[in-house]
């Protein structure tokens, strides 16, 4: 008689007459992945698996194997297996929770895995039973909340934390991924503030927790209320609001001292330079710089913040004791990709001005790592980063309490920015600077940005947001009448060579459909805004006499720009209403150029000399200011206040699901000692 040959299970590939070499456990997922019915009849059996130790291992790579219409033909057992593994995170012993969590995190993974399956209706209806996904899905959650507020070990808040992670970052859209409709109608946010509020859990799991507010902050949020954003907007626990500082301003101090900038480089040849600057001119937008940015989740948590809540603006003036002692201590975990595709982990290097600073606050850090990551904005994700820094700025200028403290002279800073290698200047991070205000810091920042990307591959976005920050600020400083002790004249120097360098290039970005004429009527502006209301803000006459000076001697870029807008605005076009504003704006600069130049001209006959000095001509302007005439310009010290939306919605939608995409891939799921557990647990037990 024929030998019937031992059945084969479709995922191990092994015979059944080898269960008895394997492990219980791999017994079970064999039977569970063949869609039979794992219990065998037992009535303890749901009882005993959650005491067997999870192997991640064999039931994630169970599921790879499986395509869309193996998962469907073994669906109930999925939703028994889920529900069950819901039910036991109520147990009371710890390995059960913690078999419990690790079984649903690969559970949920792994349905979600299937591209087919990325509707969320689809994905609760593999994992639940529709009858009960209710009650079920807030039983997961109000343990999940449990789980994160009680006295449970870090390794397993961890654990929960993971989980949660895993089903908001399924989805590149989240917006489409309904599940997190549930996460909705039983907020985390509690949770969330809970951890941020105590010290350990915020070194250990602080990163985690920024990313589940940042993503869920995003929630169709331009649709419906979110909770989240309600809640964020009026948080006022001190502690919750510092430590989700303190995780903001450690992941970037570590980032600050782990990005290279070539300080240790020797100066570069003339012939080197010549090249770089050449290709800068002509370099499409990928550059070979390394990929070096922070976390978009760290910077994302941090603009919602900023943006929703006014409380926090306090906590970026504040200094954070604890990271005195930082390099003793956990920190967060660093999910930022490196150059090879993994993520960072201790980088040796030589010790630099960056790391022996004192102590700072929050927006010392940020400043400077907003310095690093201008730099090359051609660079892979290097733009959204840098766009998403410049956001957060213009939302602390529009704060009260912000300019009041970046314009305290009482709080002076040394801040040591990045900047680009040049041969006039020392290496990047040059930190001979005296302690000033921050705002000084804030100007160099964003003048150093226009001064370092003039470039054909032209960034208009930027340096209007540029423009923008720093018409704020000497809003702020005409109205609170703040004479400010600044390199006043180097900042003109540097929006003339602006205007210089559109001039130059017009016709190219004119064909590119950039509007160069609202750029410049933003920069001459500025000069408007000096001129009108300059002798309430500058620190002295002689400031506002070299204010004229440097209008009059750079005459030729402001009737080469003239002629550029009366050019497109006495024909029909798409720039016709734009060029027509701004040769409106110009009409102050023209009145000042054609006043002084024929007494300058004159006093120059008189003395017999063609080579005036500085001197000379502040002499002339301030003699014949009386007689100057000059039209009273409306709103120049009022400016749009930022809104997200409609305008920036595009760009926050894409940066989330970057964001989902991003930390999908560097979520693990590991095998946890069930030992360490016990361990943790005994000594929670015994304080």
Not at 451 to 473: A, E, Q, T
Not at 669 to 685: A, G, R, V
Request: glycine letters at 4%; a negative charge; proline letters at 4%.
């Amino acid at each position: 008689m024929a030998t019937t040959p031992p059945q084969q299970t479709p995922i191990s590939g092994v015979t059944r007459s080898m269960k008895g070499l394997k492990k219980k456990i791999i017994q079970i997922y064999e039977t569970f992945f063949t869609g039979e019915d794992i219990t065998g009849g037992n009535p303890n059996f749901w009882n005993e698996l959650f005491l067997l130790k999870v192997d991640v291992d064999f039931l994630d790579s169970g599921f790879l194997k499986m395509d869309i219409e193996q998962i469907i033909r073994i669906k109930r057992n999925i939703q028994e297996l889920f529900y069950q593994s819901v039910l036991n995170l109520k147990a009371s012993y710890q390995i059960k929770v913690v078999n419990a969590l690790q079984t649903l995190c690969v559970l949920v993974r792994a349905v979600y895995r299937h591209n087919q399956l990325h509707n969320g209706f689809d994905v609760i209806d593999i994992l639940v039973d529709f009858q009960t996904a209710d009650q079920l899905m807030q039983t997961l959650i109000e343990s999940v909340h449990s789980l994160l507020t009680e006295e449970n070990p870090i390794s397993l808040k961890g654990l929960a934390l993971k989980l949660v992670l895993i089903v908001i970052t399924a989805v590149d859209n989240v917006s489409q991924n309904t599940i997190l409709e549930y996460l909705m109608m039983n907020s985390l946010f509690e949770a969330a503030v809970h951890l941020l509020s105590r010290p350990l859990e915020r070194q250990q799991l602080g990163y985690d927790v920024v990313l589940l507010l940042a993503v869920m902050l995003t929630y169709r949020k331009y649709e419906s209320a979110n909770p989240y954003i309600v809640k964020l907007s009026i948080l006022d626990d001190e502690l919750a609001l510092n430590g989700l500082g303190y995780v903001i301003s450690l992941h970037l101090k570590n980032f600050n001292k782990t990005c290279t900038v070539g300080q240790d480089r020797p100066q570069e040849g003339f012939l080197s330079s010549l090249t770089n600057m050449v290709s800068n001119m002509f370099v499409a937008e990928t550059s070979s710089a390394g990929n070096g940015r922070a976390s978009d989740a760290v910077l994302l948590a941090m603009y919602e913040a900023v943006h929703l809540n006014r409380n926090f603006i306090t906590v970026l003036t504040q200094s954070h004791p604890e990271q005195a002692s930082e390099s003793s201590t956990p920190v967060p975990p660093d999910h930022t990709p490196t150059n090879d595709g993994s993520t960072q982990g201790a980088t040796v290097r030589l010790p630099t001005e960056f790391d022996t600073q004192p102590p700072n606050n929050i927006l010392v850090t940020f400043l400077q790592y907003t310095s690093f990551v201008l730099l090359d904005i051609k660079a892979n994700g290097r733009l959204h980063n840098a766009k998403l820094c410049m956001i957060i700025i213009t939302c602390i200028v529009e704060d009260q309490y912000a300019n009041s403290f970046l314009h305290d002279v009482n709080m002076p800073f040394r801040v040591a920015l990045h900047r680009a290698p040049m041969r006039h200047r020392k290496h990047s991070g040059d930190s001979s600077n005296p302690a000033r205000p921050l705002v000084c810091t804030l100007f160099d920042l964003v003048l150093e940005f226009m001064v370092s990307h003039m470039m054909k591959v032209f960034p208009i976005d930027m340096y209007l947001r540029c423009v923008g920050i720093v018409h704020r600020v000497l809003c702020y400083q005409k109205k609170c009448r703040v004479r400010l002790h600044y390199a006043w004249t180097e900042l003109w120097n540097i929006l003339l060579n602006l205007l210089k360098f559109v001039i130059s290039n017009e016709v190219s970005f004119v064909a590119a459909n950039m509007n160069i004429f609202k750029l410049a009527q933003d920069v001459v502006n500025l000069f408007n805004m000096f001129i009108t209301y300059g002798d309430t803000f500058l620190p002295s006459p002689t400031a506002y006499d070299e204010l004229y000076y440097e209008v009059v001697r750079m005459h030729q870029v402001f009737n080469n720009l003239h002629e550029m807008a009366l050019k497109y605005s006495s024909v029909k076009g798409e720039w016709k209403e734009a060029a027509g504003k701004l040769v409106a704006v110009l009409s102050n600069v023209r009145s000042i150029i054609t006043h002084f130049t024929p007494r300058i001209d004159a006093y120059a006959a008189a003395n017999n000399t063609t080579a005036l000095t500085q001197e000379h001509v502040l002499e002339v302007v301030r003699n014949n200011y009386d007689s100057l005439t000059l039209k009273l310009q409306d709103s120049l010290d009022q400016y749009e206040r930022y809104n997200e939306r409609p305008r920036e919605t595009a760009f926050f939608t894409q940066l989330v699901r970057s964001i989902s995409a991003e930390s999908r891939e560097n979520i693990v799921i590991e095998n946890l000692e069930q030992q360490t557990i016990l361990q943790e647990f005994s000594i929670i037990m015994n304080t």
